[in-house]
């Protein structure tokens, strides 16, 4: 059983809130540079194969700019701590990784989808739109087969999504223990006397 008892002793807020600020400005950055590359370089031969290959290249992208993003956030909350224990390090990236995750899905939830902001979320929030879309009362009458297809896009980008939080949360995790030693910290911490 364990005996330890958790103390607040080396935390600090202002080290979770600049890593989720981190967090934050990295994912646009890389999400603005993605949208800005994607659009000069992708060649769409057709009009019906545009949406489906264009979003799961959106989807990779927004995964590994969310990946990078959560390991930049986890370093910086770690490196602004005061904690020097692993688990220190490790709690104050996982929450600035969380608060990180809160501000896009209220971003997401609460501005246009073609807005930077929104589009922070990824291509869940377009796929949701595109189900709503077609399930809406008064919309004109979708096929059962439009219905179904954007039914299994909208399962696979949460699917994906889910599984690229927790791969972004391991991320901030990693970020935060890679950090100097202990001893070397210590001494670049402390004040001259």
């Known amino acids: 059983m364990w005996s330890g008892a958790f103390t607040f002793r080396g935390?600090?807020?202002s080290a979770v809130i600049i890593g989720a600020i981190a967090a934050l400005i990295f994912q646009a950055l890389l999400s603005m540079l993605g949208f800005g590359l994607g659009l000069l370089t992708i060649d769409v031969p057709t009009a019906e194969s545009a949406p489906r290959a264009v979003t799961w290249a959106v989807f990779a992208w927004w995964v590994a700019s969310g990946v990078i993003s959560a390991f930049a956030a986890g370093w910086i909350a770690a490196n602004f701590s005061e904690t020097f224990s692993a688990e220190g390090r490790a709690t104050h990236a996982l929450l600035a990784w969380a608060v990180a995750t809160l501000v896009v899905i209220a971003a997401t939830g609460l501005?246009?989808?073609n807005?930077?902001?929104g589009s922070l979320g990824g291509p869940a929030g377009t796929a949701f739109a595109q189900y709503q879309s077609l399930t809406a009362p008064g919309a004109t009458r979708p096929s059962a087969a439009q219905v179904e297809s954007a039914r299994r896009n909208l399962a696979l980008?949460?699917?994906g999504s889910f599984v690229?939080?927790?791969?972004?949360?391991?991320?901030a995790v990693g970020g935060s223990q890679w950090l100097p030693d202990e001893a070397t910290r210590r001494q670049t911490t402390a004040l001259p006397t």
Request: proline share 0%; aromatic share 10%.
């Open 157 to 159: 980008v949460m699917l």
């Open 111 to 113: 501005t246009a989808s």
């Open 164 to 171: 690229a939080l927790i791969v972004g949360a391991g991320a």
């Open 115 to 117: 807005s930077v902001a």
């Open 11 to 13: 935390w600090s807020w």
